[in-house]
Every structure is written in C-alpha cells, then in structure tokens.
C-alpha cells in the first residue's frame, strides 16, 4: 500500500484498480486485502495518465452497468420515434381481438391514428371521461404517451393534465415528490 500512496493515487485509482479483479467473498483483515491486491499495481499502472484512463474507463463500465439496470426498471416506455410509434400500434391492432366499444362509442369518428375525433364527443361522455381521469390519473398519462399531450389537454382539461403530469411519482417501495429529470 505504501507504493501506491507514494506515487499518489487518487482513491477513485485505487478503486478502478480494486475492480480489475474479482472481490473475494469475505475478507477478515481488510489491510492484508488491500495490501495483497495492491502489491504490484504502481508496476502495471506506473504513469498518471494511464491511471486517469483506467479511472475513466471504470467509470464508464459502471455507467455503462446502472444503464443497463435503469433500462428494464419501470414501466413500459412508449416509442419516441413517430414511425415505431405507427408499427407498435398496427402490432397491437392485429393481435388485440376487438374490444367491445364502451356504450355510445361505437359511432364515434375516428382519425388516422385511430384517435376518437373530439369534436363528436357529447357533452356528457367529456364529463365522464374527464370524470374517470380525475379518478384515476394513469388515464392521462396513457393518453399523453400515446396520442400526444395536446390531445390530451383538449380531452381532459389543461387543469387535469398539470395535476398528472406533477403529481408525487409512486412506486411499492417510496414516494417522491418530483420526477427524476427536475432532480
């Protein structure tokens, strides 16, 4: 240990260094261990700058590692891209039996997309949907995800879409009061 901290590695080399090899499974004298694992290091790593790459490189595996977790965590994420966006929903309607259309909706006019035109909703089918959304927020963010915010706020109400979008973000485990991004 004395090598590596004559020749002044940082604790961000010694720990690039640590992950090179395999961590053994219990350790009873932390020194010896890190005394062992450090034994020939400033011999492999001599100079300060194949250190900062060995640094840079450990911290994009670890980058690289938290990416790949964070990428199956949550839910399901809708397509960005307009395109994939249009193949996902062409899969869906072919594989997705027909559902039965909630009363009154049969005879509703649709879009392109496949999107219910607004404009021949009833008044009262805007009530019951507002109310629904107001009971159950996900129906906003649904709607947000996959016919667009704007549609939404004509749908649901500026006032509706705000209280999804900021609402706490909720999971099994805790609540947070804002969304990752604004952290």
Do not use: C
Request: charged share 30%; aromatic share 6%.
């Amino acid at each position: 240990m004395r090598e590596v901290a004559d020749a002044g590695w940082s604790a961000d080399e010694v720990i690039a260094w640590l992950d090179n090899g395999d961590a053994p499974q219990a350790v009873r004298r932390p020194s010896g261990f890190l005394a062992r694992r450090l034994e020939h290091a400033t011999t492999l790593w001599p100079d300060a700058a194949g250190r900062a790459r060995a640094v840079e490189a450990a911290r994009d595996s670890q980058r690289a590692e938290h990416a790949r977790h964070v990428e199956w965590e949550g839910d399901w994420q809708m397509p960005r891209s307009a395109a994939v966006l249009a193949e996902v929903r062409a899969s869906f309607s072919r594989s997705v039996p027909a559902q039965q259309e909630e009363p009154g909706m049969g005879d509703v006019v649709r879009t392109d997309d496949g999107l219910p035109v607004l404009e021949e909703f009833t008044r009262e089918q805007i009530i019951d949907l507002r109310r629904d959304a107001e009971k159950d927020p996900s129906v906003i963010e649904f709607t947000i995800n996959t016919a667009g915010e704007v549609y939404a706020r004509r749908l649901y109400s500026n006032r509706l879409v705000d209280q999804a979008v900021n609402r706490p973000v909720r999971s099994g485990l805790m609540v947070m009061d804002r969304r990752w991004g604004s952290a």
